[in-house]
């Protein structure tokens, strides 16, 4: 890391503290930069051969961009090891301490957790560090290598009127079980962004979208299938598991809201114990660099947490939508009495 | 069993007679023995199982934080106690796995029955369909019956709308739970019931009938009072193996709000944080309950005899039903339907079809909307050959060894004097307890800091799949290895055989469509488990039900549907071809019941 970069990456962490993240993005730039690692770099990965991946975003997700990552790359075999949120760190907690962590880079959309386990990391920081907006960074060792966002989806077999914004999901007439609902304490991305509908959309929020009567789900993949199949009309949902299905032609659509585009930055990092960690270094700066984020934006429908994307977002106007990131230390102080209201609001039973 | 039927059969157990097993045996031999099982099992049950309590007893990691006295309380029991939602969780778990249970017994007892004692039509055909369900995991079970069953798109609601009928299914309600556990289980009491009726003597039931006993009469004196172990035995594990399952209430139960213990312990682990001193305080609840349970099968069945296996030849006896057995055969078409074709036509459409959304039976047949692409994209995946070819292994070597460990066990318990026996079988028992979800966190806890190159492999897998699967495996072993009379290695004994030449000659043989059925029984359940997989897998090790999952979570139900149909396939031939095998001189259990 450059002492630039590294002075750079420090700033931009004394702003973590602040207000949440609320932005509309710089236009995004006409094409993404190339990805050029240094040859020692590329030589160093070439004798690891191979690497172990860690993740909790979804396998299939991964699976592409594996497949991807290895098209420019094709001498580092990357394994993978999937696990809910959760689970991922219970096993890597465990491996750790019994000195049998197997991970070379570990994903987690937790950025809470990943923090709480910051000393399992090794010192690591991409080339463009500086280009990160800094109120996505948690921590020096921990970078998004994936941006999640939430958006507003339907099943346009079902809904001939779906919703326009956060608010219409309390109207009345999409009452009676037509919108289904992740449960908040399903991890990470839920949490941030019932964060949203209490700080931004207001106090009520909840109790008026709990009134439509919502049908829980515990997690967003079989909500997302639901939608498809419609059982339920209408959802908040990440869009990187609904744009893939949108692509694929299935009926569903999704618009973000006016209100606000809340984003769930990963927190990725490479462990000390890695034992490919040039394999694992160029896995981690090909997914941060400019061309890495543009294949997550474009095939999986991520956002990115870079300043100046490298390419416009499907479905995102930069004229009229803004993103939404929380506050981290709200984010890790308000999570259980916050959750403890959501689920009594929701009668979720926890 | 009553005083007529133990009187009609004529059969007497033989214990204390000269040369009763063990007599041959040096005392201090019989402690070795028992001593080499108890460290087998105090290395895969107890040491695992106290891991747990211990997660129970405390707030921490054990292998993070290390564990001192002062953090040992029952803070979590006492939280666990004082939430109302564990109550309705362990309640709704109870009505579920109940109902499920007594319908298991009721369509296996009928099947078995049906298959071995009466002379219908096609009844070798009709067996082997009845126990494809068996291949089904759960969670794809779940979802099959969610495309029948669901109030707003299920096929057989769609179907009901187009010819005009008003009414609809939901199967998203507690009986609709009841249903899909009944039927998916019965299976496993057909096994148990149809091995026990097949081994039985049929002149036991003749000279009830030369006593002038109605065939009804017979049967409800007779028959079914002599295979009464098998019958407790497949209900008690139909029980907790439903206790256990997640991917039915999971798929069902929470779109209607309708939590059950595992879904609730599901998602204590899967929040974040995760809450697994929680959840393993849950499960310690479901171990009690089931030591009860298992408390009272040994209790029912303590001082009788149930011994139908004796040195006289026989052929099992098929009654003649006349024209009924077209009745009985329509009947069996109909539960096949139910369980077989409906479901499996499910899979079909969802593993074929672009996507799942069927707006009306015309579109149903709309064939621009099937394909191969959900087995392109599974088979483009390299996870998924990977994750075949490993399960494939986890699965022999389970079979194997726990095959082996599970007839040490069985025989121990059941035909030997040998110390500690008691206790050998108590320990068994325990894993049958605890729920895989919770049981697989602590086979990470207990084996991780082993030395040598264990973990990581698929060696730790089958070690977990052995321990967690041992009751089922014992219990299917013991119920043949109980009904073959004593008399038949006391007349090994008096011809010279010593004890390990008995078992080999003389109960191994008699005993081996159980030995078979078991050893199937415990392939599947290994190529099916997820709970301790989720923990215990690596980079290099991925097994079948964790891609599944993986799969599933990804929200891409034709692809789970395609994986799930490969997986039916792989078991459905590996089972064909083990009974081929095991033809000659016992016919498979499995195969023909």
């Known amino acids: 890391m450059s002492l630039l970069s590294r002075r750079a990456t420090l700033a931009s962490l004394g702003a973590i503290a602040s207000a949440p993240l609320l932005v509309r993005w710089n236009p995004a730039k006409a094409a993404p930069a190339k990805f050029e690692p240094k040859p020692e770099l590329v030589e160093a990965a070439k004798k690891d051969g191979e690497m172990v991946l860690y993740t909790a975003a979804f396998p299939e997700v991964m699976q592409d961009t594996i497949s991807t990552f290895n098209k420019r790359f094709p001498f580092v075999r990357v394994r993978m090891v999937r696990a809910s949120g959760g689970q991922l760190i219970t096993r890597v907690q465990s491996e750790a301490a019994a000195g049998k962590l197997e991970a070379d880079v570990l994903d987690h959309s937790d950025r809470g957790q990943t923090k709480n386990i910051e000393d399992l990391f090794a010192e690591y920081a991409p080339p463009n560090a500086a280009d990160y907006m800094p109120e996505t960074l948690v921590s020096p060792k921990l970078w998004p290598t994936i941006t999640a966002s939430w958006a507003i989806a339907w099943n346009p077999e079902v809904v001939k009127n779906p919703p326009k914004s956060w608010m219409d999901l309390t109207k009345q007439e999409y009452g009676d079980g037509q919108i289904g609902q992740v449960i908040a304490p399903s991890g990470g991305t839920t949490w941030t962004r019932v964060m949203f509908e209490r700080q931004v959309l207001g106090e009520d929020y909840w109790a008026k979208q709990a009134a439509t009567k919502p049908k829980l789900y515990p997690s967003g993949a079989p909500l997302s299938d639901a939608v498809v199949r419609g059982e339920v009309g209408i959802a908040p949902l990440l869009l990187n598991i609904v744009y893939p299905k949108m692509k694929a032609g299935a009926p569903i659509q999704a618009i973000y809201a006016p209100e606000g585009i809340p984003i769930n930055p990963y927190g990725s990092g490479i462990p000390k114990s890695a034992k490919h960690p040039n394999a694992a270094r160029l896995w981690m700066d090909w997914n941060l660099s400019e061309e890495g984020q543009a294949d997550s934006i474009l095939a999986q429908g991520n956002m990115t947490s870079l300043k100046t994307p490298p390419v416009n977002p499907p479905l995102y106007d930069p004229k009229t939508e803004k993103l939404w990131s929380p506050n981290f230390e709200q984010y890790r102080t308000l999570h259980d009495a916050w959750l403890a209201d959501w689920n009594k609001t929701y009668g979720y039973r926890q | ?593």
Request: contains cysteine; glycine residues 10%; positive net charge.
């Open chain 2, 1 to 593: 069993m009553d005083g007529q039927a133990a009187s009609l059969h004529g059969v007497q157990t033989t214990s204390g007679r000269a040369g009763a097993p063990g007599r041959t045996q040096h005392p201090s031999w019989r402690w070795i023995w028992s001593g080499v099982l108890i460290a087998a099992l105090a290395f895969l049950v107890i040491y695992p199982t106290a891991m747990l309590l211990l997660g129970a007893l405390t707030t921490t990691n054990p292998v993070v934080e290390g564990v001192s006295v002062a953090d040992v309380s029952l803070g979590n029991f006492l939280t666990v106690a004082g939430n109302p939602n564990v109550l309705i969780a362990l309640a709704n778990s109870m009505i579920a796995c109940g109902g499920g249970t007594l319908l298991a017994v009721a369509i296996g007892l009928a099947f078995a029955w049906v298959v071995v004692r009466t002379n219908t039509p096609c009844k070798a055909l009709i067996a082997s369909a009845g126990m494809l369900p068996l291949f089904v995991p759960p969670l794809v079970a779940g979802v099959a019956w969610a495309i029948l069953g669901s109030p707003r798109t299920g096929l057989i609601n769609l179907v009901l709308a187009k010819i005009g009928i008003p009414w609809r299914f939901d199967l998203y309600s507690m009986p609709g739970m009841i249903f899909v556990f009944g039927i998916y289980y019965a299976p496993y009491v057909y096994m148990f019931t149809a091995a026990a009726l097949r081994n039985m003597d049929p002149s036991l039931e003749e000279a009830a009938e030369i006593s002038g006993a109605s065939p009804t009469r017979t049967m409800a004196t007779v028959t079914f009072p002599l295979i009464l172990p098998a019958i407790i035995s497949g209900m008690l594990l139909s029980f907790v193996v439903m206790l256990g399952i997640y991917g039915i209430p999971a798929t069902l139960g929470t779109p209607a709000n309708i939590p059950v213990l595992t879904t609730y312990i599901f998602a204590l682990t899967a929040w974040s944080p995760p809450l697994y001193n929680t959840a393993a305080a849950v499960a310690v609840i479901l171990m009690i309950v089931t030591g009860l349970l298992v408390y009272a099968q040994q209790r029912v069945l303590a001082g009788r005899s149930y011994t139908t296996v004796a040195g006289k030849a026989f052929r099992p006896r098929a009654l003649n039903l006349g024209p009924w057995r077209f009745l009985t055969l329509g009947l069996a078409i109909v539960y096949l339907l139910v369980v077989v074709v409906l479901p499996s036509l499910a899979l079909l459409i969802a593993a074929f079809r672009r996507f799942l959304f069927i707006r009306d039976i015309p579109s149903l047949f709309d064939m621009k909307q099937y394909g191969w692409q959900h087995f392109i994209k599974m088979f483009d995946n390299p996870l998924t050959v990977t994750s075949i070819i490993n399960s494939m292994k986890v699965g022999l070597i389970t079979a194997l060894v726990g095959g082996v460990l599970a007839f040490a066990i069985g025989y121990t318990t059941t035909r030997t004097r040998a110390p500690l026996k008691r206790i050998i079988d108590v320990i068994t028992t325990i894993p049958v307890a605890i729920p895989g979800l919770v049981i697989g966190v602590a086979y990470l806890w207990a084996w991780i800091g082993l030395p040598g190159g264990l973990y990581g492999t698929l060696w730790i897998l089958a070690l977990a799949f052995v321990a967690r699967f041992i009751p089922d495996t014992v219990k299917a072993l013991s119920t043949s290895l109980m009904q073959i009379h004593k008399e038949l290695e006391e007349a090994a004994w008096i011809c010279g055989r010593g004890m390990l030449g008995t078992v080999f000659s003389v109960v191994l043989p008699l005993a081996r469509p159980g030995v078979v059925a078991a050893m199937t029984l415990l392939f599947i359940l290994a190529i099916r488990e997820l709970g301790s997989s989720l923990f215990l897998y690596s980079s290099g090790t991925m097994v079948m039900a964790v891609q599944l999952l993986g799969y599933y979570e990804g929200g891409n139900i034709g692809i789970t549907a395609a994986f799930s149909l490969v997986q039916m396939v792989l078991l459905g031939v590996l089972i064909g071809f083990t009974n081929l095998l095991s033809r000659g001189a016992a016919r498979g259990v499995v195969r023909s019941g």
